[in-house]
């Protein structure tokens, strides 16, 4: 990109602040450990050495919401955990996106009754829906390669 | 039955008026629910049932004599044995005395037979709901409470739910 | 969406000193998200300090509706449901009601099953005390435990997935045997786990038993005695490390495990560090356990061919007609059990796990209830942590090994 492959290579990128901004963004996404239930179980496996989280960028989870930008929401929201989550995403400062990790947290999941809200997006709005019960931790990696897509199409503006 | 349990059962005949039942090996004793503090009493002292395993309720909802049972199940761990004994309740909002001053663990199990089915447990020390928000009306576990699932939206119905979802920004 | 419901102190004032009303002590929130309660366990502490001199446990935070669900549901696919309440022993779950199921309809599943059953569940014992040891160090800050401990549990889920398609919720284990039969590959893959498991837990020990860090840090803190233990129905290695050796699987066995020869270790001191050496000591049994039964493991079928209850094989339903109407009748109605109720018992990882199974003569189970060992451990953790700091908590809470789902259901 830009003008160094025409003279050689003077130690200069030029991009445009979008994109720049964008790729630092994806590049070191930290996310908020919420695992609530099984699908949390499969974060860790994924956080640790056999499916590595570290080379995309997440190399550790920040439990304190301030510090974060992603919430994984792993497991079933349950009508008690409704109002913590919300004000957990309220805490987060912008840019932020959620993932919404497993069927429970998609769609309610295995659980269509009265304990248990049918989807997490009656609550945060959801970047990324990853199928599953509980998705491997592949799927999850692709849901968040998918997410990083996302980020890359993202304008400066949509975040004021 | 085994021959630990006899001299139990033999007990519980002569002073509750029990009635006793076997099926697939365990014994049950149906007692009358004034009794559950004495019967507990008895079995932790004389008989040497150290553990109340599980404490649960039963709603036999368009019954109205009993409509729930109290179920305790103890166990002995010289023994090895497990003991169910059940306990008829009548009416709406029924209650009966607590065991947590024999055995301590049924604070929490009455509790959450309390959030569950609305049984009222006399002496109880901390009687508030234990898995629901403590504002939630009505108790789950009824038979005549709804189970509360979202209707499937298929393309039969499409439009009358449609009407009935929340739209907007969150 | 409903408001977040906040606690008065005039609520909770039967709990709390008077310190507290006073102002002498802080009453501190140790809420449902926090990077080492695991899972959503809310604790409301009063410090003196840094001292607890209380502790009060909420729960319902991952309150599933379990029971009401499985009551709507047919016995096969209420099978379902279960693998996901303790998440960390899903076989054993699903094994518990199977086995209530198998003693309300009398059926008595073939001796194959009943040893591929035992190996099953054994692994996933070691799985959830692998889990339970990477996340209790990590807690106390031995963060290299977590990664090698991770990497055998990727072995063990590596068999689950060879033999039901699934990693963790399998719903393998069905009345009447199992699903289908294991796949050639599967007698090599937990041979080469029982080798690789005892050595790579020599590892483990070199780092954490004899290590001065962590000996400062469990030894004494958060004992318990038996008396209290028994009192609050408190059973697994929380009784064990006290002194007492009740084992489920030697006091009222089940799947045939007393035809193999194991130990069950126990402790006197019941603190962390004892709850410590117990788990480390049954993963090696469980891995004995294994052993003879996979030199011992019979051949035959795997289900029991009783059509009223377990689906005919795919082969024969071309074939004869009453397959064909078995495999209808157990599809839409379900099978039918008599009327009665059950109580089956199994051991798992954190105590004795039960379910209380009543029968009305439908197709759909009238009562279910689980009687989960995570609740009286909860219940216990006031006794246990009275009088340490605050930063001990995290450790207790980690040694006494809780999972939420099993709490709440």
């Known amino acids: 990109m830009g003008v160094e492959g025409k003279t050689g290579n003077p130690g200069v990128v030029t991009t445009s602040l979008e994109k720049l901004v964008n790729w630092s963004r994806t590049n070191s996404m930290w996310p908020m450990t919420f695992g609530l239930a099984c699908c949390a179980i499969e974060m860790m496996a994924m956080q640790a050495s056999n499916y590595?989280?570290?080379?995309?960028?997440?190399?550790?989870?920040?439990?304190?919401?301030?510090?974060?930008?992603?919430?994984?929401?792993?497991?079933?929201?349950?009508?008690?955990?409704?109002?913590?989550?919300?004000?957990?995403?309220?805490?987060?400062?912008?840019?932020?996106?959620?993932?919404?990790?497993?069927?429970?947290?998609?769609?309610?999941?295995?659980?269509?009754?009265?304990?248990?809200?049918q989807g997490?997006?009656?609550?945060?709005?959801?970047?990324?829906?990853?199928?599953?019960?509980?998705?491997?931790?592949?799927g999850l990696i692709h849901g968040i390669l998918t997410l990083y897509e996302k980020v890359k199409a993202e304008k400066l503006a949509d975040w004021k | 039955m085994n021959e630990f349990l006899q001299p139990v059962v033999e007990k519980f005949k002569t002073e509750f008026k029990a009635e006793a039942s076997e099926f697939r090996d365990e014994v049950t004793l149906l007692i009358?629910?004034?009794?559950?503090?004495?019967?507990?009493?008895?079995?932790?002292?004389?008989?040497?049932?150290?553990?109340?395993?599980?404490?649960?309720?039963?709603?036999?909802?368009?019954?109205?004599?009993?409509?729930?049972?109290?179920?305790?199940?103890?166990?002995?761990?010289?023994?090895?044995?497990?003991?169910?004994?059940?306990?008829?309740?009548?009416?709406?909002?029924?209650?009966?005395?607590?065991?947590?001053?024999?055995?301590?663990?049924?604070?929490?199990?009455?509790?959450?037979?309390?959030?569950?089915?609305?049984?009222?447990?006399?002496?109880?020390?901390?009687?508030?709901?234990?898995?629901?928000?403590?504002?939630?009306?009505?108790?789950?576990?009824?038979?005549?409470?709804?189970?509360?699932?979202?209707?499937?939206?298929?393309?039969?119905?499409?439009?009358?739910?449609?009407?009935?979802?929340?739209?907007?920004?969150? | 969406m409903r408001e977040?419901?906040?606690?008065?102190?005039?609520?909770?004032?039967?709990?709390?000193?008077?310190?507290?009303?006073?102002?002498?002590?802080?009453?501190?929130?140790?809420?449902?998200?926090?990077?080492?309660?695991?899972?959503?366990?809310?604790?409301?502490?009063?410090?003196?300090?840094?001292?607890?001199?209380?502790?009060?446990?909420?729960?319902?935070?991952l309150h599933t509706g379990i029971e009401k669900n499985m009551e709507a549901k047919t016995y096969q696919k209420a099978e379902v449901l279960t693998d996901r309440m303790?998440?960390?022993?899903?076989?054993?779950?699903?094994?518990?009601?199977?086995?209530?199921?198998?003693?309300?309809?009398?059926?008595?599943?073939?001796?194959?099953?009943?040893?591929?059953?035992?190996?099953?569940?054994?692994?996933?014992?070691?799985?959830?005390?692998?889990?339970?040891?990477?996340?209790?160090?990590?807690?106390?800050?031995?963060l290299s435990t977590f990664l090698y401990t991770m990497r055998e549990r990727e072995m063990i889920l590596d068999v689950f997935e060879l033999v039901s398609g699934a990693r963790m919720m399998t719903t393998y284990i069905r009345p009447g045997g199992l699903w289908r039969d294991v796949p050639a590959q599967f007698e090599s893959l937990v041979r080469r786990i029982v080798k690789e498991i005892p050595r790579r837990m020599i590892e483990y020990e070199s780092m954490l038993t004899k290590n001065p860090l962590f000996l400062d840090r469990t030894r004494g803190i958060g004992p318990i005695?038996?008396?209290?233990?028994?009192?609050?129905?408190?059973?697994?290695?929380?009784?064990?490390?006290?002194?007492?050796?009740?084992?489920?699987r030697k006091a009222n066995p089940y799947c045939g495990i007393e035809q193999y020869d194991f130990d069950i270790p126990t402790q006197t001191e019941g603190d962390c560090y004892a709850r410590y050496l117990v788990r480390l000591e049954e993963m090696r049994q469980s891995i004995r356990i294994i052993e003879q039964a996979l030199d011992k493991l019979p051949y035959g079928p795997v289900r029991v061919p009783n059509y009223k209850f377990v689906p005919p094989p795919r082969s024969e339903i071309g074939a004869s007609m009453e397959a064909l109407i078995h495999h209808f009748k157990l599809w839409t109605e379900g099978f039918t059990p008599p009327k009665g109720s059950v109580y089956a018992t199994v051991e798992s990882p954190r105590g004795e796990m039960g379910v209380f199974l009543e029968s009305n003569g439908t197709p759909k189970p009238y009562r279910v209830h689980y009687r989960t060992p995570s609740g009286p451990l909860l219940h216990a953790l006031p006794v246990i942590a009275k009088g340490h700091f605050v930063a001990d908590m995290v450790g207790i809470i980690g040694s006494i090994d809780i999972v939420m789902g099993d709490c709440d259901r």
Request: glycine share 8%; with cysteine; proline share 7%.
């Open chain 1, 52 to 117: 590595d989280m570290s080379r995309f960028g997440m190399e550790l989870m920040r439990a304190s919401p301030r510090q974060s930008d992603l919430m994984i929401v792993a497991g079933r929201v349950s009508q008690k955990m409704g109002p913590v989550l919300r004000n957990l995403y309220d805490l987060m400062p912008d840019p932020k996106w959620v993932i919404a990790m497993g069927d429970c947290a998609s769609c309610g999941g295995v659980y269509n009754n009265y304990a248990i809200y």
């Open chain 3, 86 to 142: 303790d998440y960390m022993f899903s076989m054993g779950n699903t094994l518990v009601y199977t086995l209530a199921v198998e003693k309300l309809t009398g059926l008595k599943p073939p001796p194959r099953a009943d040893a591929i059953r035992v190996i099953l569940t054994e692994l996933s014992r070691i799985q959830g005390h692998l889990l339970w040891l990477g996340t209790s160090a990590m807690d106390l800050a031995a």
């Open chain 3, 4 to 61: 977040i419901q906040e606690f008065t102190l005039d609520e909770l004032k039967h709990h709390l000193s008077s310190k507290a009303i006073s102002g002498e002590t802080v009453v501190l929130n140790m809420g449902p998200q926090h990077p080492s309660t695991h899972g959503v366990l809310r604790l409301i502490l009063e410090l003196d300090g840094e001292i607890i001199v209380n502790c009060i446990p909420d729960v319902g935070y």
């Open chain 2, 32 to 170: 009358p629910a004034e009794k559950n503090i004495e019967a507990a009493l008895l079995l932790r002292d004389e008989f040497g049932f150290d553990l109340l395993s599980a404490v649960t309720a039963v709603d036999y909802c368009p019954q109205k004599t009993p409509r729930f049972h109290m179920v305790y199940i103890f166990y002995s761990t010289s023994h090895k044995t497990y003991l169910t004994v059940r306990a008829g309740l009548d009416g709406e909002s029924p209650s009966i005395r607590t065991l947590e001053k024999v055995y301590p663990s049924a604070n929490w199990r009455e509790r959450e037979v309390y959030d569950l089915f609305g049984i009222h447990f006399e002496g109880h020390s901390d009687l508030r709901r234990l898995l629901l928000p403590p504002d939630w009306k009505g108790h789950p576990l009824r038979k005549d409470y709804p189970l509360g699932y979202e209707e499937v939206q298929f393309t039969f119905n499409f439009k009358e739910i449609d009407v009935r979802k929340p739209k907007g920004e969150i």
């Open chain 1, 120 to 138: 997490v997006d009656e609550i945060v709005p959801v970047d990324v829906y990853v199928a599953g019960c509980p998705p491997r931790p592949e």
């Open chain 3, 225 to 248: 005695d038996t008396k209290t233990c028994l009192a609050y129905d408190v059973t697994g290695p929380t009784l064990r490390a006290t002194g007492l050796a009740h084992d489920v």
